[in-house]
Each structure stands twice: as C-alpha cells, then as structure tokens.
C-alpha cells in the first residue's frame, strides 16, 4: 500500500512540474514561480493546519519537544532542502537542460539515499547496503537516463550546474529522512508539511531577493488558475512522503517516488502533449524498467529480510 502511495505522488509531481514550468514561464521567473507556488501552498496549510484541531496538537507536540529538548534545530530545516531544489532547479535547467539536471539529481538521491538508511536518519531506522539495494538503485538511475535520452543528446554539459544538480540530489535524500523524523513527533503529516513549507518559503525569499539584485524581474501575473496548483499538489507531495518514509525508507521512497513521475510524465504526454511533448519509445522502456529495478529491489529485500 504504502508503495502505491508513494508511486502516486510521484505522478502528481510530475503533474507539479507541468504547472510550476507554465507559472515560471508566464513570469519569466522560476524562482518567483517557485516561491508564488510555496505561498499559495501554505495558504492551504494555514486553513487545514488551524482549522483541525488534531493539526494543531501535531505542531504543540513539535513546540514541546524542542523545549524539552528532544529535537535537534537541524530537524527543522527539511524545507531547506525543497528551496535549495527549486532554486538551483532555476539555475541549472536553463544552461544545462532538463535531461542532464534530471539525471544529476536521480543519481543524487539514489546514491546518498543508501547511506542516508545505513545512518538510520530516517525513523525506519538503519538498513544495510546490500546488493539488491545497489542494483535497484542503479537500475533506477539507468532508466531515467533511458527515458530522457531524446533530451540528454541536446543538452550541454557544464560542471558547475551538474555538480550543484547532484548536490541537490543529495540534499532532497536527507529531506525525506529529516521530515520523517519530525513526522514521528508531531504524528500529523499537515504539521509536519506546515513546518516544511515555513523553511522552504524563506529559503525561496532569499534566492529571489539576490535574483532582483543580479537584474531579475517579474512578468504579470497569469489569470488562470490552473497554474498556481503546483503548491496543493507540492503540499500533498510532502505531506504523504513524512507519513510513507518511516514504513519504506529513504531509497525504496525514491525507487517508488522516481516510478510515479515516470508514469505520470507518460501519461501527460499522451493525454495532453504539448508542442514539445510526446509518447516516446524511451520514455516506455524506461518506465518499464523502473518498475522492473523495484521488483527485482522488493523481492530479493524481502527474502534477505525473512532469512535473517
């Protein structure tokens, strides 16, 4: 179950890209698109989050750990890492394509999410880097890379984006363990995304303050509504990864995760292509494969896990 969850909002995330990359293109901003996405994002949570009173005990049960020192300010700061991505993601997509940026941060997460579960960040604890993990993450990464090929012979490769992309990667892996963390003392995943988003908004503020200073602006806003859904869909995204994390861990959360944007990527572009979009053949096999790596991932972690 929670692997179908997760599958599923890796699809509205693919969903969230479509809608954040019309916005940024409508303000010829993405960072002030990002931000506009975050702020209509934590408008819902407000309403959710004070208006039910169990979303409100979540963020007293947060506010009494820290004062009896229970959790560490570091433990808030997963948000960071969901500004940094979409920062950098603002950056790094123009001079080196979606491809590329797309593959550095996959391998990122891929790889950083083995030794994020081998610390045993996240609240499912330490897990063991074994050879069936390795090869599902590797699969994995292979699979992205066959489903953007079209795109990846016309990108250009510069160091400092790719390495900042991969960066980001890593960052992202230590997002889900960090908002699984705080999900296990507040217990109420709206909390948890409430203090996500809080991080995320001023990480965002800051990057588009130093854009504004290095000559950026900011076209008018659209009038469809349509477009401003990538925080809703950004706020489900996080608060279901805080709920899921603690039963799959970080890297079976990104194998399930990186599936659902495949799938949903697919199903975009055969149900509403755009002028530059379409089914593709690599996009198929890489879908297909995905789900191969996770099967191959599940099963031999399961019969490792029954014989010890």
């Known amino acids: 179950m929670f692997g179908l969850l997760t599958i599923f909002i890796g699809a509205l995330v693919a969903l969230q890209s479509r809608f954040n990359g019309r916005l940024a293109t409508k303000l010829d901003n993405g960072i002030a698109a990002a931000l506009l996405s975050n702020l209509v994002g934590i408008t819902f949570l407000i309403v959710l989050v004070f208006g039910i009173q169990k979303e409100r005990d979540g963020l007293t049960r947060v506010g009494a750990a820290w004062k009896r020192k229970e959790m560490k300010v570091w433990e808030f700061f997963g948000g960071l890492a969901g500004g940094f991505f979409l920062s950098i993601q603002s950056i790094a997509v123009p001079q080196v394509g979606v491809a ?12 950083s999410s083995l030794v994020v579960d081998k610390m045993g960040i996240s609240p499912s604890g330490k897990k063991h880097i074994t050879l069936a993990r390795v090869v599902g993450a590797s699969a994995t990464l292979m699979a992205v890379t066959i489903a953007v090929y079209p795109q990846l012979v016309h990108s250009t490769f510069r160091f400092l984006p790719v390495a900042l992309s991969i960066a980001v990667g890593v960052v992202v892996s230590f997002q889900q363990a960090v908002n699984g963390r705080v999900n296990a003392i507040s217990l109420r995943p709206l909390a948890t995304t409430m203090i996500n988003f809080t991080t995320g908004t001023v990480v965002l503020t800051i990057a588009l303050a130093i854009n504004f200073l290095n000559g950026g602006r900011i076209a008018h806003l659209p009038s469809n509504p349509w477009m401003y859904l990538g925080g809703p869909l950004g706020l489900l995204f996080i608060a279901v990864s805080a709920y899921v994390v603690k039963a799959l861990g970080v890297l079976n959360f990104i194998l399930f995760s990186v599936t659902g944007q495949l799938i949903g990527a697919l199903l975009l572009d055969w149900l509403a292509p755009t002028a ?11 879908t297909v494969l995905t789900l191969g790596s996770i099967a191959f991932s599940q099963y031999f972690e399961r019969r490792t896990t029954s014989a010890s």
Do not use: P, R
């Not at 530059?276 to 890489?286: E, H, P, Q």
């Open 100 to 111: 590329i940026f797309t593959i550095a941060t996959i391998g990122g997460q891929t790889i």
């Open 276 to 286: 530059k979009t379409g089914v593709s053949a690599n996009l198929i096999y890489g």
